[in-house]
């Protein structure tokens, strides 16, 4: 009878010790996290594709394909950063997000803005171009750091 007791004490003790920030809750997913990031970006790629289309713009004068590949890489590659670090870090995490999204812009300003300058001028065409990517990149993790912080 001993060891029953000892046996329901332990098991007690596993049980009360399970918090949510668990490698298996927490940890960053393929089908759950990324494809779904991917497949939004892509969908928003296409819509901003179209209106180009349809205004009749081309994706060299937008440098629609640099701008998109650029932010998705950059996003990609933040929000994995922010999610392995989230399970030891958890409570920084709004914190590193934050930094994230000042490197992400101070990215721009390195790479994007001498591209964007080279005629003289931004046009709207060429700040759209950026702002629709980088924003959606910025919403997409906003949002999946929402509801990973929400399971806390």
């Known amino acids: 009878?001993?060891?029953?007791?000892?046996l329901c004490h332990w098991l007690r003790h596993c049980n009360s010790s399970y918090h949510p920030t668990n490698k298996e809750i927490i940890g960053p997913n393929f089908r759950t996290i990324y494809l779904p990031f991917t497949a939004l970006f892509v969908l928003t790629a296409a819509l901003?594709?179209?209106?180009?289309?349809?205004l009749e713009y081309g994706f060299t004068e937008a440098f629609f394909v640099e701008v998109y590949l650029g932010n998705f890489?950059?996003?990609l590659l933040f929000l994995w950063g922010?999610?392995?670090a989230f399970s030891r870090y958890s409570h920084y995490v709004a914190w590193l997000y934050m930094l994230a999204s000042g490197l992400k812009f101070a990215?721009?300003?390195?790479?994007?803005?001498?591209?964007?300058?080279q005629d003289g001028a931004v046009s709207v065409l060429e700040k759209t171009s950026f702002l629709i990517p980088y924003f959606t990149g910025l919403f997409l993790e906003?949002?999946?750091?929402?509801?990973?912080l929400n399971k806390i």
């Not at 990215?107 to 300058?117: E, G, I, Q």
Request: glycine share 2%; aromatic share 16%.
């Open 82 to 84: 922010l999610l392995a």
């Open 48 to 54: 901003h594709a179209a209106v180009l289309f349809f």
């Open 107 to 117: 990215l721009f300003f390195l790479l994007l803005w001498p591209l964007f300058k």
């Open 1 to 6: 009878m001993a060891h029953a007791s000892l």
């Open 73 to 75: 890489a950059i996003s």
């Open 142 to 148: 906003t949002g999946i750091l929402i509801s990973k």
